[in-house]
């Protein structure tokens, strides 16, 4: 019974976040219902509660800067032309209500590379593509090719969200697991690739059985097709996604790609985060001024020349940092807290004992690590919360109940990361309830009302959700990840269970 009331705090978080609330009131409501069920369960002080939410905000400090950087950065990229570069490169190579689903899904994980964001990419993309397929195939709806591509968008968003360097939850999993962005990069970048060519091969394959057109589109008079309702919508949401779709109608130079190919380049060689980051920022700058995108100098308020341009420049970014420090990162920091209270409080021992008593070896109990973030991810309905509050469990699951060298332990240590990054961002494209599902929905109707969208639309074709989600956790049971450059766990007897070691000391 005192475990189940620990858990009514997780339930009063879920319920809020289902019931509409913005995370930012639920997770301080949640936190301050832990407050009360840790005194009234364990007798622990305000005091102890304050110091062990501190304690976990403190653990993603370094992560929260680096996301008001990724959002500086986002922002640069989608005002610059680096992203309109990337989306007209696609649509150059010609597109159809048959191939419109598989386009989107690759342009919406390279700009989501690019930009670190599945919601600013899905919200750019989204009045392309789905207006893009509607020209294509005036059937759209009747057909399925509409919700073919709007799923293909969707898990194509979450693409960099799940591996991308600035992706805020690809750090925060990062942090809380206590590895390198990078690390988590190389080590799961083939598999990410895989899940992104087999989904690719998912959509060609459903888009011929369900014999969908053939005829072709440009991004010529992409505005033109966009009702002024959505761009209304888009310029007081996401001002960036309409510069962005302006800049694929006029055209962008080529060499606009360069800073992304340049972010990426940075990633794979390891060069610190912060370095990647600041590359992008200035080269986009750089490039831009080439390209007529961006300025260096303009007209001060007296009428002489000024430094105008580079000082717009330099505020946008720093609209970047208010964006994400005036939302995302006080979200997060509430969030971390309720997730420090829980764990002070041991809310979620209960099931770190029961992953523990059935794991019969590592695998296993690796294996269990991503159902608990599935449930976890499904239970608090947004993917931040699922990484902040189920990350640390699951890391001390690891660390005391297994025993390995460090480098192995580390190894471990990447696995759980890209657990709780993605069980969270593409599970939660397969939970109807999710916040996710519910912002693109919200999306998806303002830009493209000829249909109602509801949450299981985005379910119905997700392929690439599907795929990343199952794969991962077969991968990790079977011990089939061997086959996948450099993301094999390490094998026993390198790493074993301390029970099993215990035992046979025993025996």
């Given at each position: 019974m005192k475990a189940i009331i620990k858990f009514i705090p997780v339930i009063v978080l879920a319920g809020l976040m289902i019931s509409g609330q913005d995370a930012l009131v639920a997770a301080p409501v949640a936190a301050i219902a832990a407050v009360v069920i840790a005194r009234l369960t364990d007798g622990i002080k305000f005091q102890q509660c304050v110091t062990a939410?501190?304690?976990?905000?403190?653990?993603?400090?370094?992560?929260?800067f680096i996301l008001m950087f990724a959002y500086a950065m986002a922002s640069a990229f989608m005002s610059t032309g680096v992203g309109a570069s990337v989306v007209n490169l696609a649509l150059s190579l010609g597109v159809t209500a048959k191939t419109t689903a598989v386009i989107g899904l690759c342009v919406t994980a390279i700009l989501s590379v690019a930009t670190g964001t599945s919601w600013g990419t899905f919200a750019a993309c989204a009045p392309i593509f789905l207006w893009l397929v509607n020209i294509?195939?005036?059937?759209?709806?009747?057909?399925?090719?509409l919700l073919l591509t709007t799923c293909a968008i969707a898990g194509g968003a979450c693409f960099g969200d799940n591996i991308g360097l600035i992706s805020d939850t690809t750090i925060v999993s990062s942090g809380i697991q206590g590895v390198q962005v990078v690390d988590r990069i190389r080590t799961q970048g083939v598999w990410s690739g895989a899940c992104l060519v087999l989904a690719a091969v998912a959509f060609i394959v459903a888009g011929t059985i369900m014999g969908l057109p053939s005829e072709t589109a440009s991004a010529a008079g992409v505005m033109d097709r966009i009702p002024q309702s959505a761009i209304d919508y888009l310029l007081e949401e996401r001002p960036a996604a309409v510069d962005l779709l302006t800049q694929v109608q006029n055209g962008v130079p080529l060499y606009?790609?360069?800073?992304?190919?340049?972010?990426?380049?940075?990633?794979?060689?390891?060069?610190?985060?912060?370095?990647?980051?600041?590359?992008g920022i200035v080269s986009a700058y750089i490039f831009g001024l080439f390209a007529g995108t961006t300025t260096f100098f303009g007209a001060?308020?007296?009428g002489t020349q000024h430094?105008?341009?580079?000082?717009?420049?330099?505020?946008?970014?720093?609209?970047?940092?208010a964006d994400a420090g005036s939302w995302v990162v006080v979200m997060m920091m509430w969030v971390a807290a309720f997730g420090g209270i829980m764990g002070e409080m041991k809310a979620f021992e209960p099931l770190a004992k029961l992953?523990?008593?059935?794991s019969r070896n590592v695998r296993q109990l690796m294996f269990c690590n991503g159902l608990l973030c599935v449930a976890g991810n499904a239970i608090l309905s947004d993917?931040?919360?699922?990484?902040?509050?189920?990350?640390?469990?699951?890391?001390?699951?690891t660390e005391e109940n297994v025993e390995g060298s460090e480098e192995d332990m580390y190894k471990l240590a990447l696995r759980n990361a890209t657990f709780g990054d993605a069980m969270g961002v593409f599970g939660s494209q397969l939970i109807p309830w999710h916040v996710y599902l519910g912002f693109y929905v919200g999306i998806a109707a303002n830009v493209f009302p000829l249909y109602e969208f509801a949450n299981t639309d985005f379910i119905k074709f997700n392929f690439?959700?599907?795929?990343a989600v199952a794969s991962l956790l077969l991968l990790t049971l079977t011990g089939a990840d061997k086959f996948i450059p450099l993301f094999k766990m390490p094998r026993e007897p390198q790493v074993q269970l301390k029970k099993k070691a215990e035992s046979r000391e025993a025996a």
């Open positions: 939410a501190t304690k976990s905000v403190s653990n993603i400090t370094v992560a929260l294509v195939d005036p059937n759209c709806v009747e057909t399925g090719s606009m790609i360069i800073p992304l190919i340049i972010v990426i380049a940075l990633a794979i060689m390891g060069v610190n985060t912060f370095a990647c980051i600041g590359s001060g308020e007296d430094f105008a341009g580079l000082q717009d420049y330099v505020d946008m970014c720093m609209d970047g940092f992953i523990v008593m059935i993917e931040m919360a699922q990484i902040v509050t189920v990350g640390p469990i699951i890391k001390g699951i690439m959700a599907m795929i």
